[in-house]
């Protein structure tokens, strides 16, 4: 219903109401993420958008239904939370269609290692459930936000879409777009998706103001149109066919606005709400308190820096958790929910024996901060090396194929099952 359109997330301003808790009351929007002095506090989200938690029982059935182990971001709780996972769980097991959407602001010419993460969690995706994936550039957005020139947006999203593709996503399986060029495919349902939308929906939802220019004003209907199968009739076929095509979003929480309002619509043009996967925000380096600012160099690590860059920062940037003192770091040990190092590899170092065996020996004081430091270095190079090696052989012209609308492949309804009636019946 209607509610789920202002549920928290009215601006702060309207928020500060709450008495003297608005001192530190946590704001996250798609501009605009703080925490109160502890960081974000993600089960008051949780409750806060309406959203449900990735539970044990959500866990076991998806590996029930996949027949593969889920993905350590979603055992760690940092995939945290979820809308309607269950009905993507019962498309697989039904062997019904349903695709994958997610999506790159190209504010920034070198993306940092918190943008690969929705990426590397999405290319897990479509290894796992073998679909389709759209990934819109929106640089029109970027143009509207940001003091820069359409050209150069253009550009960006040309040098970003290089980096999304050196992740090793399914040439066959995957279309890039950018918004400038492909937004009259989709036309048709932004206009509707604007009709349903009032000013005052948008103003409860994101916060604008009358000093926000129309174009941002009307944005969200473009950021909300991939989730509907209907904007790809090269990949999914006539409007008939699409009306059962559902789609999954992974994305930051602070994401989860957008697609809220577009939840709220697809009830209403009679379409298949999209289902969504929510992350956490990825550390800066100097806290847990912020997300990273691509525009703040030191806050993040880049894809473009050097083994001795990363070296650098992680030494002498990354927020510790540990203490003052040795003395006081033996007898107390590290605050792991505050120490950047230990949250990092988190994300990134999959061994979980590794992991644990840090929680505890850190936690505890026995091991030192510049060891935690020192083995995220070498995973962090590790990662930013290959990821260099794969993007040298990304050129222009891969990029123009995986950007090209055409038709892609779906093994995922093309299985051997696909062939009883029943299945072609869910497919058609």
Not at 65 to 82: A, D, E, I, N, Q
Not at 88 to 117: N, Q, W
Not at 293 to 299: E, G, P, Q, R, T
Not at 385 to 411: G, S
């Amino acid at each position: 219903g209607r509610k789920s359109m202002s549920d928290g997330t009215k601006p702060a301003v309207e928020e500060a109401g709450a008495g003297e808790q608005a001192a530190t009351e946590q704001v996250v929007t798609p501009w605009d993420v703080e925490g109160d002095d502890g960081g974000i506090d993600y089960d008051k989200l949780i409750v806060q958008f309406g959203s449900s938690r990735i539970d044990e029982r959500t866990l076991e059935r998806w590996e029930r239904v996949t027949g593969k182990p889920v993905h350590p971001w979603m055992k760690r709780g940092l995939f945290f939370s979820h809308r309607d996972i269950n009905k993507i769980l019962d498309c697989v097991e039904k062997k019904k269609p349903f695709y994958l959407y997610t999506g790159r602001g190209p504010s920034s010419e070198a993306l940092h290692m918190g943008h690969l993460i929705p990426f590397m969690f999405t290319k897990w995706l479509q290894d796992t459930f073998n679909v389709p994936l759209v990934i819109q550039m929106t640089d029109d957005e970027k143009f509207l936000w940001k003091d820069l020139k359409l050209d150069e947006a253009r550009r960006l999203t040309n040098e970003n879409a290089k980096d999304i593709i050196a992740m090793g996503f399914d040439e066959k399986k995957t279309f890039i777009f950018s918004d400038l060029d492909y937004v009259g495919t989709m036309y048709p349902n932004i206009v509707r998706i604007q009709k349903n939308i009032t000013a005052n929906q948008v103003k409860g939802c994101f916060g604008f103001t009358g000093t926000h220019n129309i174009g941002q004003w009307a944005f969200p209907a473009i950021q909300a149109a991939p989730s509907f199968a209907s904007s790809f009739p090269q990949i999914f076929g006539d409007e008939k066919k699409c009306k059962s095509i559902m789609c999954l979003i992974p994305c930051a929480i602070d994401q989860d606005p957008y697609f809220r309002m577009t939840r709220d619509v697809a009830g209403r043009l009679k379409l298949p709400k999209p289902a969504l996967l929510h992350s956490k925000f990825f550390p800066a380096l100097q806290g847990p308190k912020t997300k990273m600012s691509a525009s703040n160099a030191n806050s993040a690590i880049y894809v473009t820096d050097t083994a001795k860059q990363i070296k650098n920062k992680i030494n002498k940037h990354a927020f510790s958790g540990g203490g003052e003192t040795i003395e006081e770091h033996r007898e107390k040990g590290a605050n792991l929910d505050v120490d950047v190092p230990y949250q990092w590899l988190r994300f990134f170092q999959y061994d979980d024996a590794k992991v644990n065996e840090i929680a505890t020996e850190y936690g505890s004081g026995r091991m030192l901060t510049g060891e935690v430091k020192k083995e995220l270095i070498e995973v962090v190079q590790g990662m930013v090396a290959e990821h260099q090696a794969a993007r040298k052989l990304v050129t222009d012209e891969i990029v123009q194929r995986f950007m090209a609308p055409r038709a892609l492949e779906w093994t995922q309804i093309q299985s051997s099952e696909a062939a009883t009636p029943a299945a072609q019946e869910a497919s058609a």
